[in-house]
């Protein structure tokens, strides 16, 4: 059994917690970023025109507008009694994410001229990438655990610290969807 007792709140800023799961999935999207750069490289000459660096930032913006709308939606009984949570800085869709930055970049790709299967192909081992390290977020943070499981099973994890969104002192499967 392993025991996670690490505090899934970093540091605050003012009133705002800053929790690792946010830092960790930022690092996944970082390295989503330098993936499809570093596979551009040598490729440029397939392309009508080099991509500006710039396109990254509405990229990002959209796919985290899209991310927490998916969220609202798959947790609709939530927030149709809370509206007001629906501007926290909390609850994010992996899918929501993937769709958003993927129809931005459809509409981007035909604006510009790009052809859009090539940047597709050229990120789908990228974005693999940014789950696995996003996903080692979510089980610090303890927002995405699984069901109970007998305490001797070796691979089964324990949360402890109050501020994790997991039950606590439960033997769960680390099964972070």
Not at 31 to 59: C, D, M, S, Y
Request: with cysteine.
């Amino acid at each position: 059994m392993i025991t996670i007792s690490i505090n899934p709140v970093a540091f605050h800023i003012g009133a705002y917690e800053i929790r690792w799961y946010g830092i960790i999935v930022a690092l996944g999207v970082a390295a989503l970023i330098l993936w499809v750069w570093w596979q551009l490289r040598g490729k440029w000459a397939e392309l009508p025109k080099p991509p500006e660096i710039t396109v990254i930032v509405p990229a990002i913006v959209s796919g985290i507008v899209m991310a927490k709308l998916f969220h609202v939606i798959d947790r609709w009984d939530y927030y149709s009694q809370n509206p007001w949570q629906v501007f926290s800085g909390g609850g994010l869709s992996i899918y929501g994410a993937v769709i958003g930055t993927s129809l931005f970049f459809l509409i981007y790709s035909k604006v510009r001229h790009y052809p859009f299967g090539f940047f597709a192909d050229l990120a789908a081992p990228g974005i693999i990438l940014a789950q696995a390290i996003g996903r080692i977020g979510c089980t610090v943070n303890g927002c995405c655990y699984g069901k109970p499981a007998p305490e001797w099973l070796p691979w089964s994890v324990v949360y402890t610290h109050p501020n994790s969104y997991a039950p606590l002192g439960v033997a769960l499967y680390p099964t972070q969807p």
